[in-house]
């Protein structure tokens, strides 16, 4: 084998000097490439275990510097009835806020990334996809104010009018929130933000859904819409569920905005009376001043805030596992 | 169901540029036809003038006539999507489903425009359908399994049922064998000749042995250099087509001279 290697390269004169070809097979041409190699893999190897490092490192300075909250006595909590009951509306109202976020945003998203993949024409589709993209650089102060200052006061009669109609609905009880700074305005102020994440995730994988698969639908007889759904929307099934979990992410820890919007109170059923609270925006207004048992407090909230994220992001994971034999990755 | 087609004088546009130049041919029904000539002749384009599905690509338009036995594909009010759920078409690449199951593949297009089927009716299309592409026996243990875990061979059969599951007039075919081994080759010719007892099938094919062996008639395209637009050289029997062809760029193609 090796002979006939080098004669080959003999006769085809590709390399000079032929007769040491034997030997030039483990010479150190390559070797160079394979130091690089091996210096590569290494980096990559320390790039990946640098995201386990400071994980862990997250998780040991939340769990360390949140560990004093179990000896302090109950009565000395904030709210005076122990540290879960402190904790839990707060996780209730961070809840909220994210899922009306996600409520409003996830359809939308979806839907206006499907416009410019599949409907619009070029000419419109990628001025759309800039401002789309446009509105995730805007800073969160921004929004925040611009909720306070502007959105909440607009929303603050819809609101009465919801409360007199529909305050039936515990979400919807009375009497409505004068100033509009409400859960309600904090969730729509999320979902404007999370919805570049949705959009432009959705849009990427709208447009890589195989050629062959629409054609597929399209010679069967079916609509665009048909299309869309029968071959679209599967394919992209696992892309659109990381999305809204990437939105829903953002949407949890989201700070400034929630802390500047919300009027923040107790936690109530209402969206639309001033009250609840959000983890982040409690962490975000107390923080400054927090000292000895309370710091211990809020950073418990911080841990707490950490495991939601963890969670949604394994049920995420879950989720796309369940789909992998039909993927269309086999 | 079989209908014949006839084409009247279609050119095929892509934006200004005139892709096919002038067509006339005339299809029986319950035949096969091959589409043969040399990359970038417009076969394939042709081809899929014959179910609207080049207007897929933004700015192509055809016109000219191309009658469904004397009905006007191009006539005024004619939905494209009624076109293609009438003539059917299989893929150079085999494209089941991947998300969908073998079952729900060969039903993906019953299921559209809300068509209601009952369990029953379902499962008897899904038998017949495969049983029609000769893939039944294969598949029959694992109908909720993924399409996409078949061989391309057999993917390729599970497109032709879906095919013939929508029961369309025609069934056109581009390039079908050109990704497959030899083996899956000749299951799908012995499949076209089934299918001819049923449908219309048009096939674009580079291999002229295939042509040979699956066509009644062949229809030879050519073009003259690039940037020119295809067009029909010569359509007749097979036979005539490969041993007595009337046109000299037809018989230097088929024997090889240049293409």
Not at chain 1, 291 to 320: C, D, K, Q, S
Request: charged share 15%; aromatic share 8%.
């Amino acid at each position: 084998m090796l002979t006939n290697l080098s004669d080959s390269e003999e006769r085809t004169g590709r390399r000079p000097g032929g007769e040491t070809s034997r030997s030039s097979l483990a010479n150190a041409d390559t070797s160079g490439g394979r130091a690089g190699d091996k210096i590569f893999s290494g980096l990559s190897l320390g790039a990946g275990i640098l995201i386990f490092v400071m994980l862990a490192a997250v998780a040991i300075f939340l769990t360390w510097q949140a560990s004093p909250v179990l000896d302090i006595p109950a009565t000395s909590v904030s709210g005076g009835e122990g540290f879960l009951n402190y904790v839990y509306p707060l996780v209730l109202g961070t809840l909220v806020a994210a899922i009306i976020a996600l409520l409003i945003a996830t359809p939308v998203g979806i839907l206006v990334a499907l416009y410019i993949s599949h409907y619009a024409p070029a000419k419109v589709a990628k001025p759309v996809g800039y401002v789309i993209d446009l509105l995730a650089a805007i800073p969160s102060v921004v929004y925040g104010a611009w909720g306070m200052t502007v959105l909440s006061p607009a929303l603050a009669p819809f609101y009465t009018w919801l409360s007199e109609n529909f305050g039936f609905i515990p979400l919807f009880a009375g009497p409505a929130s004068a100033t509009g700074r409400t859960m309600m305005t904090a969730g729509i102020v999320l979902s404007i933000m999370i919805l570049p994440i949705i959009t432009s995730l959705c849009r990427e994988i709208f447009i890589q859904t195989p050629q062959l698969h629409e054609e597929a639908s399209l010679a069967l007889g079916a609509t665009r819409f048909e299309m869309i759904r029968q071959a679209v929307l599967p394919f992209a099934r696992t892309g659109i569920i990381s999305s809204v979990m990437l939105a829903l992410g953002r949407a949890l820890g989201e700070t400034m905005a929630v802390a500047l919007v919300l009027s923040t109170g107790g936690l109530q059923w209402s969206l639309i009376r001033t009250g609840n609270n959000t983890i982040a925006a409690e962490i975000a207004l107390n923080y400054p001043e927090a000292f000895g048992n309370r710091l211990a407090e809020l950073i418990a909230a911080g841990l707490m805030l950490f495991i939601i994220t963890l969670i949604v992001n394994f049920i995420a994971r879950a989720i796309i596992a369940r789909y992998k034999e039909f993927s269309g990755a086999n | 169901m079989s209908k014949r087609i006839d084409v009247e004088n279609l050119n095929v546009y892509y934006g200004d540029f005139l892709a096919v130049e002038d067509v006339n041919i005339n299809i029986e029904s319950r035949s096969v036809t091959a589409f043969i000539g040399p990359s970038g002749c417009g076969k394939s384009t042709f081809l899929r003038t014959l179910n609207r599905m080049h207007e897929v690509i933004p700015g192509a338009y055809a016109k000219g006539k191309v009658m469904l036995d004397g009905e006007d594909l191009y006539g005024k009010g004619v939905d494209p999507v009624t076109v293609r759920s009438m003539v059917g078409m299989v893929f150079q690449r085999p494209n089941p489903f991947p998300t969908m199951s073998i079952r729900d593949n060969v039903l993906a297009g019953v299921k559209l425009n809300n068509k209601k089927i009952s369990r029953s009716d379902a499962d008897a299309l899904v038998e017949s359908s495969l049983k029609g592409a000769n893939l039944w026996n294969e598949v029959k243990d694992r109908l909720d399994k993924p399409g996409s875990g078949l061989s391309g061979g057999q993917q390729q059969r599970l497109c032709i049922a879906r095919t013939m599951a929508v029961k369309p007039d025609v069934v056109l075919m581009d390039e079908p064998c050109s990704a497959l081994d030899p083996i899956s080759t000749i299951a799908i010719e012995d499949l076209i000749h089934e299918l001819k007892e049923q449908f219309t099938v048009v096939i674009v094919t580079h291999n002229m042995q295939q042509a040979q062996r699956v066509a009644d008639k062949t229809a030879f395209f050519n073009i003259e250099g690039t940037g020119k637009p295809g067009k029909l050289v010569e359509y007749d029997d097979t036979a005539t087509i490969f041993q007595n062809p009337s046109q000299k760029a037809t018989e230097d193609y088929v024997s090889g001279r240049f293409g």
